[in-house]
T-cell receptor
């Protein structure tokens, strides 16, 4: 089975721009979660989508948004980029419905640098 | 608020020795914990999980111990190998099922 794929792997943007990151989950997985990883804050939950609906959201400003398509692929968007948005953005997929295992499979991440 | 945290940011272990990575949590109602391994340039990889109705769970060369009295869990890696070099995270589902990760412990393997 192919793993979780994320594109692009690396991205350099300027302050004020917007960016869209893409994630393709493992085939058959309907849950996609997004995380931001920085050296200072560690891994922080952004949001989770399940069957095209946002099921959960972390404590990030409204500049961070996402969506999920009918094939379970997901995108996240960050508008009006700030220097502090520089991070590794990780996507994780799982088959879980509520109450089942939390076993998630992570992609390699997209390294976003904001200058 | 809820939190999980690791005691040490870095741990150095001789190859062949056992490694013990510790994690503390704050919510006494927490009932499920997960350990992840993140190698350089990769996303985290699920290692093992444990539910609060267990004190111990074993996998391949790994054992997780849960002490609910002191709200502490540990990951033990037997006969540490160079391939075990990574950052290890403990995590738990917080309120509303949001996964909360600890800061991570970087495991260095000494030759």
């Amino acid at each position: 089975k192919a793993g979780v794929t994320q594109t692009p792997r690396y991205l350099i943007k300027t302050r004020g721009q917007q960016v869209t990151l893409s994630c393709s989950p493992i085939s058959g997985h309907r849950s996609v979660s997004w995380y931001q990883q920085t050296p200072g804050q560690g891994l922080q939950f952004l949001f989770e989508y399940f069957s095209e609906t946002q099921r959960n959201k972390g404590n990030f400003p409204g500049r961070f948004s996402g969506r999920q398509f009918s094939n379970s692929r997901s995108e996240m968007n960050v508008s009006t980029l700030e220097l502090g948005d520089s991070a590794l953005y990780l996507c994780a997929s799982s088959s879980r419905g509520r109450g089942s295992s939390y076993e998630q499979y992570f992609g390699p991440g997209t390294r976003l640098t904001v200058t | 608020g809820e939190s999980v945290g690791l005691h040490l940011p870095t741990l150095s272990v001789q190859e062949g020795d056992n490694s013990i990575i510790n994690c503390a949590y704050s919510n006494s109602a927490s009932d499920y914990f997960i350990w992840y391994k993140q190698e350089s340039g990769k996303g985290p990889q699920f290692i093992i999980d444990i539910r609060s109705n267990m004190d111990k769970r074993q996998g391949q060369r790994v054992t997780v111990l849960l002490n609910k009295t002191v709200k502490h869990l540990s990951l033990q890696i037997a006969a540490t190998q160079p391939g075990d070099s990574a950052v290890y995270f403990c995590a738990e589902p917080g309120r509303d099922d949001k996964i909360i990760f600890g800061k991570g412990t970087r495991l260095h393997i000494l030759p």
